[in-house]
């Protein structure tokens, strides 16, 4: 029969819980950094760095291309007007070209003893060296129009090749440094982006817990209030009690019932908040069973503060931008040196040259180098360059800027963690306290040594101390958590 009373009692308190689902610290990170969209965007950015760094990769290697065209043209190409009729010469002794006075009409006469030339039509003598448009030639050769006309109506051409960078200046070079560095920097701001979220749900799983506390801590004061009430009342109709007293402990009664109902709407917002960040339904029946640690102190770490500081994502994020800026103003330089490049190609085409005019396809390789070299630019360069190496010089200051504040970020969340150990033990200490008070007033009431008011302090005093033993406990968790961030220690580790 115990047996029997034990198993349905055990059904009864698990009922309630029906439909509840555990969420540990762990389980809302988790959820947190599998839902959140803007790490999801954080990690479309890192592919695209990363595609982004194998494109500019690709630009140490050659470029292969083909072209092709097909021309339609309406006429033919001739590259004479009408027939053509050409002189007929002779190959003289000396291999020049000349003439015998058989294969010319003109006439000659003697223009000095034993020297002839040939007349014009003017009959004139002139010297067919200087003037042999004057040279009337007896026989032509023909030459058809038609045989100087090249068939262009249908024109195939087609070239494959490709080029290589030689030499740019180390421009390419730089490049791929860029994309290298930004490829880093988008990790970096990634992993930042998943350390703040971590750090807000760190902050709104605790808000939650301090809240769950709060509220069960309004809870218990609220019995102890009423409690008290029916006391009070017991001890006024014995006449032992006033009716001021009676209102006194009402008044009391009021605002523990409004300090529940407070507590319990914060409690209600904090969960669909903490819901929102994991990406679950804020209107979700969730349990959340996690404690703050009552030893937490200091995490424990070794290194340097210098050490630290350089851990910093922040300071790695101004590290991956100096050296961009530094391969911006090699950039900027390479634009005075000259550019080298290697290509080769092969040609085809129809109608082809290669050997008299062919209407069929041919084709032949070609290759070549080429060179750029910059003379004068009017110092737009120069002002580039300038204006690069200013730019550098920027991010060199924000970072040293970025390093001092950092430091002093690190020493205020160690004060602040020694601090709220400090707050802890005190607060430990004042809930004993308390807690002894209110026995003691508790007694001194039911013994009639004491009044209502002396009891209903004893209980403020209490609540007030084990609310701020809450808010200590709280404390000391997020300080740890701020701590971690400011060492530039992953908010993964929870140790």
């Known amino acids: ?15 309630p819980l029906a439909g509840q689902s555990a969420l540990t610290l762990n389980d809302c990170r988790r959820l947190a950094l599998e839902n959140n969209r ?12 990363s595609e982004m760094r194998k494109a500019a990769f690709t630009q140490f290697l050659p470029r292969f291309s083909f072209n092709g065209t097909y021309l339609h043209n309406q006429k033919n190409i001739s590259l004479l007007g009408e027939d053509a009729l050409l002189p007929i010469g002779t190959k003289m002794a000396d291999g020049s070209f000349g003439f015998r006075q058989d294969q010319i009409n003109n ?47 249908n024109i195939f051409a087609g070239i494959a090749g490709f080029v290589q960078p030689v030499y740019l200046g180390g421009k390419i070079r730089e490049l791929y440094k860029i994309a290298k560095s930004s490829e880093r920097l988008a990790g970096i701001q990634s992993e930042k982006a998943e350390e703040d979220l971590l750090q807000e749900t760190d902050e709104a799983y605790w808000r939650v817990v301090s809240l769950y506390s709060k509220s069960s801590l309004a809870s218990e004061y609220l019995r102890l209030i009423e409690s008290v009430v029916n006391n009070v009342s017991i001890m006024a109709e014995e006449g032992v009690a006033t009716k001021g007293d009676i209102l006194k402990v009402n008044v009391k009664l009021n605002e523990a019932k409004m300090m529940q109902a407070r507590a319990e709407n914060g409690l209600a917002l904090s969960k669909m908040a903490l819901l929102q960040i994991c990406g679950l339904d804020p209107t979700g029946d969730y349990i959340f069973p996690d404690r703050p640690e009552r030893l937490a102190g200091a995490p424990d770490v070794a290194g340097t503060t210098e050490q630290f500081i350089e851990n910093r994502a922040e300071i790695k ?16 330089e390479s634009r005075f040196l000259p550019n080298v490049i290697l290509n080769g190609n092969y040609i ?30 009017f ?11 200013s730019q550098h010089k920027i991010i060199q200051l924000q970072r040293e800027e970025a390093k001092e504040k950092i430091g002093l970020q690190i020493n205020q969340a160690k004060f602040r963690m020694a601090e709220s ?75």
């Open 379 to 389: 110092g737009e360069k120069i002002h580039t360059l300038k204006a690069a190496q």
């Open 38 to 49: 803007s790490l999801q965007t954080g990690k479309e950015k890192e592919i695209i760095a």
């Open 1 to 15: 029969m115990k047996q029997l009373v034990l198993f349905l009692f055990c059904i009864l308190l698990a009922f």
């Open 421 to 495: 150990v400090k707050r802890l033990a005190i607060a430990e200490s004042s809930v004993d306290k308390a807690g002894e008070n209110l026995r003691f007033a508790r007694e001194a009431f039911e013994a009639g040594v004491a009044g209502s008011t002396d009891l209903l302090e004893a209980h403020n005093g209490w609540l007030l101390a084990k609310s701020e033993e809450i808010d200590a406990q709280i404390d000391i968790m997020m300080c740890r958590s701020y701590l971690k961030e400011a060492l530039g220690i992953s908010q993964k580790n929870q140790n």
């Open 317 to 332: 994020a101004l590290g991956e931008a100096e050296k961009i800026a530094k391969s911006n103003i090699k950039i900027m």
């Open 107 to 153: 006439k000659w006469a003697q223009v000095a003893p034993g020297v002839y030339a040939p007349l014009d039509s003017d009959g004139k003598p002139f010297d067919p060296k200087v003037n042999p448009e004057k040279i009337q030639w007896k026989d032509y050769a023909l030459l058809p129009k038609e045989a100087m006309e090249m068939e262009s109506r």
């Open 348 to 377: 085809i085409s129809n109608p082809n040259f290669n050997n008299g005019v062919s209407y069929t396809f041919g084709g032949m390789y070609s290759f070549g180098v080429g060179i750029n070299i910059p003379l004068f630019h």
